[in-house]
Nanobody, 123 residues
Framework: QLQLVESGGGLVQPGGALRLSCAASGFTLANYAIGWFRQSPGKEREGVSCISSSGARTNYADSVKGRFTASRDNAKNTVYLQMNSLKPEDTAIYYC????????????????WGQGTQVTVSS
């Protein structure tokens, strides 16, 4: 069964940091680009970041550029999203998703999805 599982979410104060993980089972993550998306209550799901299958290329939404960093360890079949300098507006459910390439971080381009992990930034 093909599956992506996110972990690492939680409650953090503004200015704090979290590292999200996205682990794959049932398929080889190294064959896929991995996108990170987030969705806040009442808002549409938005693309946050993508890392290419090799890890050589990354892209980021303007709202997180300079604060978030995507990385991957293909030997562990896991992708990470390091989130620093977190702001209350980063509060959302974060999802990872797999695609054959990063494309333009549009949801329909991604084939496999995780169930999401909650990130709450609040004092």
């Amino acid at each position: 069964q093909l599956q992506l599982v996110e972990s690492g979410g939680g409650l953090v104060q503004p200015g704090g940091a979290l590292r999200l993980s996205c682990a794959a089972s049932g398929f080889t993550l190294a064959n896929y680009a991995i996108g990170w998306f987030r969705q806040s209550p009442g808002k549409e799901r938005e693309g946050v970041s993508c890392i290419s299958s090799s890890g050589a290329r990354t892209n980021y939404a303007d709202s997180v550029k300079g604060r978030f960093t995507a990385s991957r360890d293909n030997a562990k079949n896991t992708v990470y999203l390091q989130m620093n300098s977190l702001k209350p507006e980063d509060t959302a459910i974060y999802y990872c998703a797999a695609a054959v390439a990063c494309f333009k971080l549009r949801q329909y381009e991604y084939e496999y999805w995780g169930q999401g992990t909650q990130v709450t930034v609040s004092s």
